[in-house]
């Protein structure tokens, strides 16, 4: 399976500023994605991370808030913009693993918005 | 919208007992679906697969059972263990898009 690290693992951020999530995979894969996991609760997608391209949202996620790069096959970030409390989330990176289904996470980045 | 309901959203069991968690969708597409076992602070690791033309899959302690009719799909978990204390998630993707569908999820714990 994909060994996958995330940066930051944590950070408590002030409303109103920016914060850029790392994820790096130690091997190329096709397919990146981006989840949302409020306290709590479940797994939400966000987008689609594509190599080359702009990423594709799901309803409800917009480019402007959560702005998306995808530079190679090992590496996205997620950008979290303009923060409000409602933001306070752990944000999880995914890959498709070889094109079997298996979709692997990443540790997750423990967000707090004051 | 939640297109994979999840059931119970939490659950005590003996430790040696069988746990048993639920799931049932809607979207006749979906064609994987896979379980999450997640502890808190870390990220959700997956546990165990199937796809809808077999029945049942088993791994160790862990088995699905899949109902293809009713559009259901079912975890138990045999001679519980403590160290199985985690929240369960199922969830379900359609071909090619590899995009999960999330349970809300099931907190399971094992009492010694």
């Known amino acids: 399976s994909a060994v996958i690290s995330q940066k930051p693992s944590r950070d408590i951020c002030q409303r109103g500023t920016s914060l850029t999530i790392q994820c790096q995979v130690d091997?190329?894969?096709?397919?990146m994605f981006w989840y949302r996991q409020q306290p709590g609760q479940s797994l939400t997608l966000i987008a689609t991370?594509?190599?080359?391209?702009?990423?594709?949202?799901e309803s409800g996620f917009v480019i402007d808030k959560f702005p998306i790069s995808r530079p190679n096959l090992t590496f996205s970030t997620l950008t979290v913009s303009n923060m409000s409390p409602e933001d306070s989330s752990i944000y999880l990176c995914?890959?498709?693993?070889?094109?079997?289904?298996?979709?692997?996470f990443g540790p997750g980045t423990r967000l707090t918005v004051l | 919208q939640q297109q994979v309901k999840q059931s119970p959203q939490s659950l005590i069991v003996q430790k040696g007992g069988i746990s048993i968690i639920n799931c049932a969708y809607e979207n006749t597409a979906f064609d994987y679906f896979p379980w999450y076992q997640q502890f808190p602070g870390k990220g959700p690791a997956l546990l165990i697969a199937?796809?809808?033309?077999?029945s049942e899959k088993k791994e160790g302690r862990f088995t699905i059972s899949f109902n293809k009719s009713a559009k259901q799909f079912s975890l138990h978990i045999m001679d519980s263990q403590p160290g199985d204390s985690a929240t369960y998630f199922c969830?379900?993707?359609?071909?090619?898009?590899?995009?999960?569908?999330f349970g809300a999820g099931t907190t399971v714990t094992v009492r010694a």
């Open positions: 991370a594509n190599q080359g391209s702009e990423a594709t949202y």
């Open positions: 969830a379900a993707s359609t071909p090619n898009d590899y995009k999960l569908s």
């Open positions: 995914s890959v498709e693993w070889h094109q079997g289904d298996e979709q692997f």
């Open positions: 199937i796809r809808p033309d077999v």
């Open positions: 091997s190329q894969v096709t397919m």
